[in-house]
């Protein structure tokens, strides 16, 4: 049974003095020995986090208590270990770096596209009149995306809004928005209704409660999600690998940290190359002086124990 929960969640809805409860939630989350990010800003929420199942459950109803964060839909994970080293929780100007800052023109409280439940999407997303539109970046629809997707060439979400001009074709058609946990698609289906898309969805609560709920069929490869497990399976009624490895070509779902930290990059590498390149993205990193020893895993950051009330108190000192 696991023992430990990851949470991810976000929630737009205004905070007055953002920053002093972005130092007050870091508090509150160190003291039930979460770990995890979170960002905070005057527009709402957006958090990862991980703990114990009790630790996970005080969380949760702690916000859910707060008339702010009633609405938050947390999806929750079971993991056999925490999925991050540290707790932070920090304040920023926006919860998904959109580079859309003015809350007058693009506010997702006023107006976004339609939430489309797993099943409302899994029912409309093959239709003649639908797109269904991917707006992740390069580095995680490689990994995996719905079969038929039109994903977009973006390094970051920053770079999404740029990208509208070559959607513009598809503006007479249903668009169907996704991303993995839906926040992106809150602003991203925004800035299509303001840019002047009439029919515009979004699945609620992304890729990971779709894969819950509706069994991810049709969502090709696995997931990337931003914590130490680097993806997740989404699809158990008809799973394909569609990623390549980056050395040779062959067909891999496993992704990995290049061993050398200095790079440190995302990548996917079959098991061969992993054992030629020492886990390793290039040659120039392969012989990098500071390379780390490739186990197999291509993990490199070490999981803290259990959080006991001792070492609780080291790790606070140590900070
Ligand atoms: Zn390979
Ligand atoms: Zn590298």
């Known amino acids: 049974m696991a023992k430990y929960n990851t949470l991810l969640y976000y929630c737009y809805s205004t905070i007055a003095n953002a920053e002093q409860f972005a130092a007050d939630h870091l508090k509150f989350c160190k003291s039930l020995g979460l770990t995890g990010r979170i960002i905070v800003a005057e527009e709402g929420l957006n958090g990862t986090v991980s703990g114990t199942a009790e630790a996970c459950r005080t969380y949760m109803d702690t916000l859910h208590a707060d008339t702010r964060f009633a609405g938050i839909d947390f999806k929750v994970d079971e993991v056999d270990e925490p999925s991050f080293v540290k707790m932070h929780c920090r304040y920023k100007s926006e919860i998904v770096h959109s580079g859309l800052r003015d809350p007058k023109v693009i506010n997702p409280q006023k107006q976004t596209g339609k939430h489309l439940e797993p099943a409302e999407f899994l029912a409309m997303k093959d239709r003649d009149d639908v797109v269904v539109l991917d707006v992740r970046s390069n580095y995680e629809h490689n990994l995996g995306k719905f079969k038929n997707a039109l994903t977009l060439d973006i390094e970051n979400f920053r770079d999404f809004p740029a990208m509208i001009n070559e959607l513009a074709q598809y503006k007479d058609k249903k668009i169907l928005t996704y991303c993995t946990g839906g926040i992106k698609c809150e602003k991203a289906s925004a800035l299509l209704l303001h840019e002047g898309f009439t029919d515009v969805y979004q699945l609620h609560g992304g890729i ?42 062959k067909t891999t779902p496993k992704m990995i940290n290049c061993a050398n930290p200095e790079c440190n990059e995302h990548f996917t590498q079959c098991d061969d190359c992993g054992t030629a390149m020492d886990g390793c993205c290039s040659d120039a990193c392969k012989a990098h002086p500071r390379k780390r020893v490739y186990d197999g895993t291509g993990y490199y950051v070490k999981v803290p124990q259990p959080v006991n009330v001792a070492k609780k108190g080291k790790m606070q000192l140590a900070e």
């Open 208 to 249: 990971i409660k779709y894969g819950k709920e509706a069994g991810g069929e049709d969502f090709e490869g696995k997931c990337y999600v931003f914590d130490n497990r680097l993806s997740v399976d989404v699809n158990s009624v008809n799973p394909v690998v569609i990623s390549t490895c980056l050395n040779c070509g």
